[in-house]
Nanobody
Framework: QVQLVESGGGLVQAGGSLRLSCAAS????????MGWFRQAPGKEREFVAA????????DYADSVKGRFTISRDTAKNTVYLQMNSLKPEETAVYYC???????????????WGQGTQVTVSS
């Protein structure tokens, strides 16, 4: 079992940057693939980025490739999402999640954080 707590959200101007953090509790963190998802009002939750258990493989949604970077620090039981060149349409609640599979499929993630709000102003 793993518990996840996101932080780092906030208000930023278009073109700005934010770094989200997701702190995990539980001894099995290093065995999980981790993902970031986001959900805007009235829209479905969508995949943003994923990283495998070792950190050796990453995957990104096309819309964020080249601007967002996912990373993990196993010693700190934390996964990060560095977001650069943010756009107003990326305003959403951002969630981190853990899975036994390295995947971009929402339902394959069994553990979720409570989410952190990111608001990008134009």
């Amino acid at each position: 079992q793993v518990q996840l707590v996101e932080s780092g959200g906030g208000l930023v101007q278009a073109g700005g940057s934010l770094r989200l953090s997701c702190a995990a509790s539980g001894r099995t963190f290093s065995t999980y693939a981790m993902g970031w998802f986001r959900q805007a009002p009235g829209k479905e939750r969508e995949f943003v980025a994923a990283i495998n258990w070792s950190g050796g493989s990453t995957d990104y949604a096309d819309s964020v490739k080249g601007r967002f970077t996912i990373s993990r620090d196993t010693a700190k039981n934390t996964v990060y999402l560095q977001m650069n060149s943010l756009k107003p349409e990326e305003t959403a609640v951002y969630y981190c999640a853990a899975s036994s599979l390295f995947s971009r499929v929402t339902w394959q993630y069994g553990h979720w954080g409570q989410g952190t709000q990111v608001t990008v102003s134009s």
